[in-house]
């Protein structure tokens, strides 16, 4: 029923993207187009939190390829991406409503904008290769067309380039993991390749590498992440919000599909790159998040950190099952889609909430804004509740999440591995360090941006954004503050998907009493974020209540101290760079070869002073510059075959005959 | 709760008493931070021209994050009330939020003093906070437990010299001066130079608002102390269900501890210099690694 449902509207979601290329002259179309988008994301949201029976719901349509058609499942864990990719969809939908109208050519946005969501359905109900690999591409070709849409700006073009490549690249990979996976006999239903037998240990670990450049290229592993900073900022916020917050996750869904159901047990040794690329993700993420100006720049690297911090739970998951230590991994396993679930929540409201600042006043950049908490009172408060959230923040849902990381991570002094024993305090410490910088980032973004004093006319002109925006923000914020005060629902909700993947569960949160989360023992460890939420709201309002009392109740306006000499001029405040300066200086120059240049003219000379600062993405320079330049070497060796004559052509056609005859005659 | 608020000021009288007889100087009372607290309270609160709401409400929620996590630390007798609401992974959490909330209040009014402040006391986190993880590791691989109440507990009933202890104090002792500003991280007495990192960050506020602050940064001394207190020196503590008897000589063993810590944190403060900003982090990077160090040697060996 369920599952009939969710096609049903999936359909209705593509149907939606033809009535809009049918309305594209139509004023209203906006609201029609994004209003049918939430109302369909809310079928597929219920239609997936529904109780369903234990057994998975399977059908089979006749598309497709005709000797395999579309297999379609839907299992506790698609269930659970999928209420997570339409609560995402939902919140955009609705946020569009009133963003959409600042758009200037909203035909460009409207068609793709229903297909992109279809597309993202579809990967999680896919059940065979062939129609995931379709729908993946369905899916990474309808959000490039997204990220395309304001195509006039050079930048967005290549960043629209840039993704295409890694896309295609990251489908490559997987559909030559399928093409593994699936084997001479070429089952590629997602049945036969569970009950195929599971190839030689070099097989599976050639399959795990692909799934992790296929799906990491996706999620924004470090160092395919390249596309992320400059693809989220280019597509219009919603888009952005869905591409930062809900397709990454898709993509983690993919991996977690193929490596913990598809490729049967793991080895101890799959978690390794697992755990030590989901460490290099998290730390470079958020350093570099930490150095950007622009703001949905720094939102999108702030979502490679997250991943990271995902993909080390899922690593730290799949070395307990290796070792076959059901109750950690069920608790790894349950941190990471947990932190899936929270980041999808606070990341698509931050995107939302640079989306009403641009809207608003026109700049991403924070150096020009400044001051917004007065002029936009709303938006700042639920953007503060996010920055709140991401900074892992008790009582807020971030939190808890990493304390379940955390709590995984003690537990692995027991794994009998020696090189996983040195690997896992590594990646303690990369997690901690993560943890801290998000704080220092996001204070800096939002000191800067809505703090201080407006750093431009726009900024200083801006007002408060519709109230279809603000009320897509301020229910996932809500949501955020459930999940962080009753998170035993969620960890509850987790479970029969740990059990099914992991083999074990951490014991039943529900019928603790005072909701507590009590993931092992009440002995070892224990959250409450509701009594914690209770002390601190308590102890703010008797701390208030005492000073209001017994206190003086004066107060007077002045001007601003700053220890007696105030400068009136705005660009004396303390600016994002210099807020970054000290990071940039300690941990930066490791990770950017950060360098500030000072050009200092001597006495008497007229030149101004200027200073520079200098940031090199390694990623970028050691990997990216050398493939491009043999790219490019190659493009040009071969560019000479454009100007052979024809029997030296015949000749080629020749040769190559040959040879793949010969591969044939020697193939055993 | 009532007794962590009524003390803290307390330990940072007498601190600033002994660090001033250390001098040779008379100093104030220690009774000097209540009077202080008191006048600051009766004053009118100047507030600057574009101070938002959260300027105004971030020094309660400041004072009740801090107060929340104080609360949550035994003092002298474990088995609080509700010490299984959270474990030391919250209150260094909590102690996170307190943070956040004044590094943002320093950036509210816009001055350049506010931003040094914010600006600094992030960059000093982004390594403490780590570090105080990390010896949050070791402790808990040892008792296998994060409860605070638990650990104490383990270190009543297991007292034994381990590697990792002394590194763990020693990285505990780093973070804890660095959290409350202490010299050599910070100076708490200076105003005016370019130095300063807390006082930069409460620069702007007055009245009413600075008592609060003032009293949660005394709090997270005390927090501190009595956190070391609990882990590394847990004599005395209470047990859980204790008579009266135990409870009274639990709270004489605290106030004797609060006493040695204070001591010698003045004798600390006295005998060194404040650092250069940038020389900071290597400080604190010191703390993580010590806290890195035992980690891993609690992975390769239980008994280290």
């Not at chain 1, 380039?161 to 997602?190: K, N, P, Q, R």
């Not at chain 1, 330049?629 to 024809?646: H, K, S």
């Not at chain 2, 959270?86 to 003093?113: K, W």
Request: charged share 10%; glycine share 8%.
């Amino acid at each position: 029923m369920s599952l009939t449902v969710a096609l049903l509207s999936i359909a209705a979601l593509l149907g939606a993207a033809g009535l809009a290329i049918a309305l594209a002259r139509s004023v209203e179309a906006t609201r029609i187009i994004y209003g049918l988008c939430f109302g369909f994301s809310l079928i597929l949201f219920v239609a997936a939190v529904v109780p369903r029976g234990a057994a998975a719901l399977t059908a089979a349509l006749p598309l497709g390829l005709p000797w395999i058609g579309a297999h379609f499942r839907m299992d506790v864990l698609s269930a659970f991406f999928l209420a997570i990719v339409n609560l995402g969809g939902a919140a955009a939908s609705l946020y569009a409503i009133g963003y959409g109208a600042h758009e200037k050519h909203p035909s460009r946005i409207l068609p793709f904008f229903p297909a992109f969501l279809a597309g993202m359905n579809l990967v999680l109900l896919a059940d065979d290769a062939f129609s995931f690999l379709v729908a993946w591409e369905f899916m990474s070709l309808s959000s490039w067309a997204l990220v395309m849409a304001h195509h006039h700006d050079a930048e967005n073009r290549r960043a629209g380039f840039i993704y295409l490549l890694m896309a295609s690249f990251g489908t490559l990979a997987l559909l030559m993991a399928f093409g593994l996976l699936a084997g001479s006999v070429g089952g590629y239903s997602f049945a036969d390749i569970r009950d195929a037998a599971h190839g030689p240990s070099w097989k599976s670990g050639l399959v795990l590498a692909l799934v992790l450049l296929g799906a990491g290229s996706k999620a924004g592993l470090v160092p395919l992440h390249i596309w992320l900073p400059l693809a989220h900022p280019a597509a219009p916020s919603h888009v952005s919000a869905l591409m930062s917050g809900v397709m990454t996750k898709v993509a983690i869904y993919g991996f977690i599909r193929i490596v913990f159901d598809l490729l049967g047990p793991p080895e101890f040794w799959w978690s390794m790159p697992t755990l030590t690329l989901g460490a290099i993700t998290a730390m470079l993420g958020i350093l570099s998040a930490t150095i950007q100006s622009d703001l949905k720049k720094l939102l999108a690297y702030s979502t490679i950190e997250n991943i990271g911090i995902i993909f080390v739970a899922l690593g730290l998951a799949l070395a307990f099952k290796a070792n076959g230590m059901a109750l950690p991994a069920a608790l790894a396993f349950t941190a990471a889609l947990f932190h899936v679930f929270n980041h999808s929540l606070f990341k698509s409201l931050l995107f939302f909430g640079a989306g009403a600042v641009q809207g608003a006043t026109g700049e991403r950049d924070i150096e020009r804004l400044g001051g917004l908490i007065h002029s936009m009172p709303r938006t700042a408060f639920v953007f503060l509740g996010a920055c709140l959230a991401i900074s892992a923040l008790p009582p807020l849902n971030g939190f808890v999440s990493e304390w379940l990381v955390f709590q995984a991570v003690l537990l692995s002094p027991s794994l009998p591995q020696w090189s996983l024993k040195l690997l896992v305090p590594a990646v303690g410490v990369a997690l901690a360090l993560s943890a801290a910088l998000c704080a220092g980032c996001f204070v800096r973004a939002y000191g800067v941006a809505f703090l201080g004093r407006a750093r431009s006319i726009a900024a200083k002109d801006a007002r408060e954004t519709d109230p279809w925006s603000l009320s897509a923000m301020s229910g996932l914020l809500a949501l955020c503050l459930l999940a962080g005060l009753f998170p035993s629902y969620m960890i509850d909700t987790i479970t029969p998907a740990a059990k099914l993947f992991v083999g074990g569960h951490v014991p039943t949160q529900g019928d603790i009493p005072w909701m507590s989360i009590v993931p092992i023992a009440e002995s070892r460890s224990s959250y409450n974020g509701l009594l914690v939420f209770v002390f601190i709201i308590f102890s703010a309002s008797v701390a208030a209540l005492i000073v209001r009392r017994f206190g003086s109740k004066a107060i007077r306006r002045g001007p601003a101290w700053d220890c007696g000499y105030p400068d009136p001029s705005p660009a004396t405040q303390y600016t994002g760079s210099s807020f970054a300066q000290p990071i940039r200086r300690t941990l930066g120059n490791v990770a950017f070869v950060a360098r500030d240049h000072l050009d200092m003219p001597p006495p008497g000379d007229t030149r101004p002073a200027r200073f520079g600062i200098e940031v090199h993405d390694r990623v970028w320079d050691g990997i990216y510059t050398p493939i491009l330049r043999g790219v490019e070497f190659c493009a040009d060796q071969l560019n000479r075959m454009n100007y052979l004559t024809i029997q030296e052509y015949l000749g080629l056609v020749f040769i190559a005959l040959v040879g793949l005859l010969l591969v044939i005659a020697i193939w055993p | 709760m009532i007794l962590v608020l009524s003390l803290a000021p307390l330990l940072l009288g007498f601190t600033r008493k002994t660090k001033a007889r250390l001098l040779r100087r008379r100093g104030p009372s220690i009774f000097q931070p209540y009077r202080d607290l008191l006048r600051l309270m009766r004053k009118e609160v100047v507030l600057a021209d574009n101070a938002s709401w959260l300027f105004r409400s971030a020094p309660y929620l400041i004072f009740a994050a801090t107060w929340v996590a104080a609360a949550l630390v035994p003092t002298f007798a474990t088995g609080l009330m509700f010490n299984w609401s959270a474990d030391l992974i919250v209150i260094t959490a909590l102690l996170g939020s307190a943070r956040f909330f004044l590094a943002l209040a320093g950036m509210d009014v816009g001055t350049s003093f506010g931003g040094i402040g914010s600006s600094r006391e992030m960059m000093f986190a982004s390594l403490a906070e780590p570090a105080m993880i990390m010896i949050v590791f070791v402790v808990a691989l040892i008792a296998g437990s994060t409860q605070l109440s638990e650990i104490a507990f383990h270190m009543l009933s297991h007292i034994e010299l381990r590697v990792s202890y002394g590194l763990a104090l020693i990285g505990l002792v780093i973070v804890a001066i660095a959290e409350n500003g202490r010299i050599p991280v910070d100076n708490p007495a200076t105003h005016l130079e370019l130095t300063m990192v807390h006082e930069a960050m409460v620069l702007e506020y007055s009245g009413r608002h600075l008592a609060v602050i003032e009293l949660a940064s005394a709090l997270k001394l005390l927090l501190y102390v009595s956190l070391i207190a609990c882990i590394f020196a847990p004599w005395g503590l209470a047990p859980h269900g204790a008579d009266f008897r135990g409870m009274a000589f639990g709270a004489v063993a605290f106030v004797a501890k609060l006493a040695v810590g204070g001591f010698l944190l003045a004798l600390f403060e006295v005998s060194t210099a404040k650092m250069r900003v940038f020389r900071v982090p290597d400080f604190l990077g010191a703390a993580l690694m010590l806290g890195l160090l035992g980690t891993l040697l609690l992975f390769v060996s239980r008994s280290l």
